[in-house]
């Protein structure tokens, strides 16, 4: 699986951006699919995933303001980021994985700043 993530920009203040993470390669629905990100002189966190079956889990700060999906048919995830603040500031990747498998995307960049 190669992934490819997407979307990422300059943003103000309470702005909104769509991440989208496209797979190549088969059975893309099986796996779960996350989102991460990296702010600079941090660690990277778990921003959100959405498993196979579809439920979703979230990192308490974006809670309420970002909306991970998938579309199978498309084998592409997304994230929909609204109320955006300078802290979502950071790079974004996709992770997808199932067991011991585990496939990463490239970042993209957001910035949130006035």
């Known amino acids: 699986v190669q992934l490819q993530a997407s979307g990422g920009g300059l943003v103000q203040p309470g702005g909104s951006l769509k991440l989208s993470c496209a797979a190549s390669?088969?059975?893309?629905?099986?796996?779960?699919l996350g989102w991460y990100r990296q702010a600079p002189g941090k660690q990277r966190e778990l921003v959100a995933v959405i498993l196979s079956g579809g439920t979703t889990h979230y990192e308490d700060s974006v809670k309420g303001r970002f909306t991970i999906s998938r579309d199978n048919a498309k084998n592409t995830a997304y994230l929909q980021m609204n109320s955006l603040k300078p802290e979502d500031t950071a790079v974004y990747c996709c992770?997808?994985?199932?067991?011991?498998?585990?496939?990463w995307g490239q970042g993209t960049q957001v910035t949130v700043s006035s």
């Open positions: 390669g088969s059975s893309f629905s099986i796996y779960n």
């Open positions: 992770q997808a994985y199932l067991g011991i498998r585990s496939y």
